[in-house]
């Protein structure tokens, strides 16, 4: 099992940066998939992005594809979601989550989350 722990949601203006940290805890984070979500009032929580155990497969939402860069630090146990571009329709609530094995877009697969971190940008 492997927990998670996201960090460094703020509020900023659109076409901003910023970056997102999901830290891990557990003897599996080298065998875990981390996806990024994202929930925005009355929305369900969507697939923002995700990369592989191995680190060697990233897939992106289509929304942020081009903008947002996952990364995987080994030595920190923390896999990061770079975010550039910013929008006011990205203004959400992001959470990360981990599952054994490979990416997929389905929160159902995943059976850790942490308590997600808030981004909202303005116009």
């Known amino acids: 099992q492997v927990q998670v722990v996201e960090a460094g949601g703020g509020l900023l203006q659109a076409v901003g940066s910023l970056r997102l940290s999901c830290a891990a805890s557990g003897r599996d984070f080298n065998l875990s998939a981390i996806g990024w979500f994202r929930q925005a009032p009355v929305n369900k929580r969507e697939f923002v992005g995700g990369?592989?155990?191995?680190?060697?497969?990233?897939e992106y939402a289509k929304s942020v594809k081009d903008r947002f860069i996952i990364s995987k630090d080994y030595a920190k146990d923390t896999v990061y979601l770079q975010m550039h571009s910013l929008k006011p329709e990205d203004t959400a609530v992001y959470y990360c989550a981990s599952r054994l094995g490979i990416v997929t877009t389905d929160t159902n697969d995943y059976v850790n989350w942490g308590q997600g971190t808030q981004v909202t940008v303005s116009s």
């Open positions: 990369v592989n155990w191995n680190g060697n497969y990233l």
